[in-house]
């Protein structure tokens, strides 16, 4: 049976999300309108209804919530240790602990609201595992470890040898690595979908099918007007992912790439032979990154981000079914794990995510801080992305608290190439990593134009990798 291959995926289809709700039709009025209905949106709308329960809450989502990056990731549920020296050498020791902590919060807390609200999403604390692939690869997370270490949080980060890591995963191409306890899995569309269920709950007013076609700032608030419709409220979060490329203020903030997947049919058997039976959700230490892990039928479902960069902001699906990237995907897959040669694929899909310069997420405020903002997870999101929702909820409220002074909230703008260089620059170096790290993999040293092609980005102050 030839593999299926869609927009939405496996996720969104294991999910059955059943009926959606109706479009925005005539006029209402709301304290906050949240334009978005993936993760970021319905945090910010979850925690509106919880900071000011009597606040009218709008959410306006073009399609159905969590149908794009929301319902169509890995699962992973990281927290942002990993990027523990980067945030120091950018934002000082303290603001670092801060954000990075309230990045862990976050990992625990969605597995507290998933118990809580009783939704099945398949929270599993099975952590992460980095691991090398290549001798270029080794000691890659040492940078981490010892800050880590230096800032008294060492168990947030700790090194493995080869022996340890193929013990919880046997892949042949695994050498060493490390383990970060503050993770999990989760099913990314049930989540998605379980938000959306419970904010309706909650009394927050949701409108599928709703594309927001034009929004206005004014003093006195904004207005946001659909096909069929128009909310005035006094704010107006912007969660909408990669959209927000096309958003003029905001357009040189963010990188438009994609990622893509496929999910095997279930293969206990192999996992068993593998030894992955902690849930642990692993990634190599590429920049153009493979992530994989396991599910509860015991499926491996695995993802590269390696996919084109996508040109301007009108993506129109072209991210979404790209067949040259997903078969390079297969064959990536059966090299992690040659014994799943022979086994099925079943599903294979991508689509576009948010990258931003510094690979980390970006919180502000525009129009006379009527409007809030968040992007660039980066392809880390599902965690990242309460943190933001959270943030995104006090700045709505006008209320400046412990979360507003996060260092993510209006951190000083780094910004990308116009287009056409953007895109142009973007498929140039995508192609000079992909060799670099394809010569790293086969032993060899690449050559001095790839090496410095490929490492163009980080000598302006564009950070590549995690």
Partial sequence: MATKHTARGWWQEEAEPGPGVPPLEGELAADVVVVGGGYTGMWAAWFLTELEPEAGVVLLEAERCGAGPSGRNGGFVNAMWFGLPALRRRFG?????????????????????????????WYRGGGYLQVSTAAAHDDSWRAVADACAELGVAAACRALS????????????????????????????????????????????IFEGSRVRRLDAARQGVEVRTDRGCVRAAAAVLATGPALAGHR???????????????????????????????????????????????????????????????GARLNGRVELDRSVVAEVERHLVRFFPALTGRRIEHAWGGPIDVSPTHLPVVGSIDRDRVHYA???????????????????????????????????????????????????????????????????????????TRAISGLPERIGIHIGR
């Fill in 93 to 121: 020791d303290a603001a670092a602990l801060r954000l990075t902590r309230a990045s862990q919060d976050a990992v625990e807390g969605i597995g507290r609201w998933c118990e809580e609200q009783r939704v099945d999403a």
């Fill in 162 to 205: 080869e022996a340890e890591v193929r013990a919880r995963c046997d892949s042949p191409i695994f050498r060493a690595g490390a383990f970060y306890p503050a993770a999990a899995t989760i099913q990314p569309a049930r989540l998605a979908l379980g938000l959306r269920a419970r904010l309706v709950q909650r009394g927050a007013t």
């Fill in 249 to 311: 203020p905001l357009r040189r903030r963010l990188t438009v790439t994609s990622s893509h997947m496929v999910v095997t049919e279930p293969v206990p058997d192999l996992v068993a032979e593998l030894g992955w039976t902690g849930g642990e959700c692993i990634t190599d230490s590429r920049a153009m990154i493979h992530y994989f892990r396991t599910t509860p039928d015991g499926r491996i479902a695995f993802g590269w981000g390696g996919g084109r960069v996508a040109p």
């Fill in 375 to 449: 992007f660039g997870y980066t392809g880390n999101g599902v965690g990242p992305s309460r943190v933001a929702g959270r943030i995104l909820a006090s700045l709505a409220l006008d209320c400046r608290d412990e979360v507003t002074r996060l260092p993510i909230v209006e951190p000083p703008p780094v910004r990308v190439p116009p287009e056409p260089l953007r895109y142009a620059g973007g498929a140039i170096i995508r192609a000079a990593l992909l060799r670099r790290e394809r010569l790293e993999e086969e032993g060899r040293r690449p050559d001095p134009l």
